[in-house]
């Protein structure tokens, strides 16, 4: 089945370790899309990614990173400065100039102590 | 961050009545979409827009691409239990390339 996966479902780290969120599709989708969702709010876009080995940020992008070395694939890693990283991260696709619709995964919830 | 006003912010009903959300803008978009979130998942797409008056159906849901193209409607008739979860609208502006604006999301709860 086609599809977004993101693995894992629940991750706990300390605080001051990076932490990586994967991230894969196999709808050959050429856009794929990093968000955070905190408690009872909206999803905002930390970066996203229209083309392979090209990204640029989102609106809350300090403290994480990203690649995009693989279409299938866009690892997110929550680095040390990002000041509160316990959130629920949700990975979304498209197709990019074909289509804008956005296919989410699961998502991971992160949490940090 | 967010141009994209979502009302009312949660809703209680009771099953079987009829529900509407809405989102507004002060910006023109050029695509509508709404989501539904069930708690700890992702948000599942339920209706797309792609036309200024485009009334578009999915089973009991109903979605608007507002004529003034800055506002869209969705809404649920008679609804059901499984119908509870979180309902966001997202909207593309000419301007944001593949960028999204989400609303802040409306919280449907349903009593049997």
């Known amino acids: 089945d086609g599809g977004i996966t993101q693995s894992p479902k629940y991750l706990f780290r300390k605080e001051g370790q990076n932490v990586t969120l994967s991230c894969e599709q196999n709808?050959?989708?050429?856009?794929m899309y990093w968000y955070r969702q905190d408690p009872g709010q909206g999803l905002r876009l930390i970066y996203y990614?229209?083309?392979?080995?090209?990204?640029q940020k989102g609106d809350i992008a300090e403290g994480y990173s990203v690649s995009r070395e693989k279409k299938e694939s866009f690892p997110l890693t929550v680095t040390s400065a990002q000041k509160n990283p316990t959130a629920f991260y949700l990975c979304?696709?498209?197709?990019?100039?074909?289509?804008?619709?956005?296919?989410f995964g699961p998502g991971t919830r992160l949490t940090v102590t | 961050g967010q141009q994209l006003n979502q009302s009312p912010q949660s809703m209680f009903i009771q099953e079987g009545e009829d529900v509407s959300m809405n989102c507004t803008s002060s910006?023109?978009?050029?695509?509508w979409l709404w989501y539904k979130q069930d708690p700890g998942e992702g948000p599942v797409l339920l209706i797309a827009?792609?036309?200024?008056?485009e009334l578009t159906s999915n089973g009991r849901l109903t979605a608007q691409f507002g004529i003034t193209r800055k506002d869209s409607f969705l809404n649920i008739s008679a609804s059901i239990p499984s119908d509870v979860g979180i309902y966001f609208c997202?909207?593309?502006?000419?301007?944001?390339?593949?960028?999204?604006?989400f609303g802040e999301g409306t919280q449907l709860t349903v009593n049997p």
């Open positions: 979304a696709s498209s197709k990019g100039q074909v289509s804008y619709e956005q296919y």
């Open positions: 709808l050959n989708h050429d856009a």
């Open positions: 990614s229209q083309i392979v080995n090209d990204f």
């Open positions: 910006s023109i978009f050029n695509t």
């Open positions: 827009l792609y036309k200024a008056g």
């Open positions: 997202a909207g593309l502006r000419e301007t944001s390339g593949s960028r999204l604006t």
